[in-house]
């Protein structure tokens, strides 16, 4: 049975938000690096896949069949280049992905963070210590309505969970702004 995009929507951002508990549990019970690691990758993907099915729903709204890799390491491109084609093939504009497209672009949004840390994850270098430790850590999710965080340097600290936790923390908070942003646009029309 087939999912439909809004509700596989809802699934990854669940899912994420459970992974999250469950990292702040592990934190809190002192559990081994691995099981952190785990936890933490999990829940990058369940958020970008999030992202992707919220691609895919817009597509749906304007009647548009799409069909996106699973995987694509330039996501930022491949993913909205292949809903702005066929937005095009339709002679529609939408609004969502200009949004998005900005969104994307913008090297201090959250999703070019989310995306970062997708392909650090797929490519093995996403860890506990990567995100703690003299990498850029997401510290505001309210900064502008172009929903940027601002990104600060975080030295000498080693495998803080607390550092990761919080930017995973705020990637889930503004990925869900922006789908329930975008979905009252769409129901607007």
């Known amino acids: 049975m087939a999912v439909d995009a809004r509700n596989l929507t809802n699934q990854k951002l669940y899912f994420a938000h459970v992974q999250l508990a469950k990292l702040k549990l592990l934190a809190a019970n002192n559990s081994n690096y691995l099981e952190r690691q785990a936890c ?50 339709k002679n529609f504009s939408s609004p969502e992905l200009i949004y998005l497209k900005q969104l994307a672009s913008d090297k201090d949004s959250f999703l070019s963070v989310l ?13 506990c210590e990567s995100m703690g430790n003299g990498e850029h850590l997401a510290t505001d999710f309210a900064v502008s309505k172009q929903k940027k965080i601002q990104l600060i340097e975080i030295k000498g600290k080693k495998d803080s969970v607390d550092d990761f936790s919080s930017e995973l923390q705020l990637l889930y908070n503004e990925l869900k702004d922006l789908v329930d942003e975008l979905r009252d646009t769409l129901q607007e029309y």
Do not use: H, W
């Open 40 to 89: 933490v990758e999990s829940c990058v993907m369940q958020l970008f896949f999030a992202y992707r099915a919220l691609v895919l729903e817009i597509a749906d709204y304007y009647g548009l069949e799409l069909s996106l890799p699973l995987v694509d390491l330039d996501t930022s491109n491949v993913f909205l280049a292949k809903l702005e084609n066929a937005l095009a093939i």
């Open 115 to 127: 995306f970062m840390r997708f392909a650090q994850s797929v490519n093995g270098g996403l860890s």
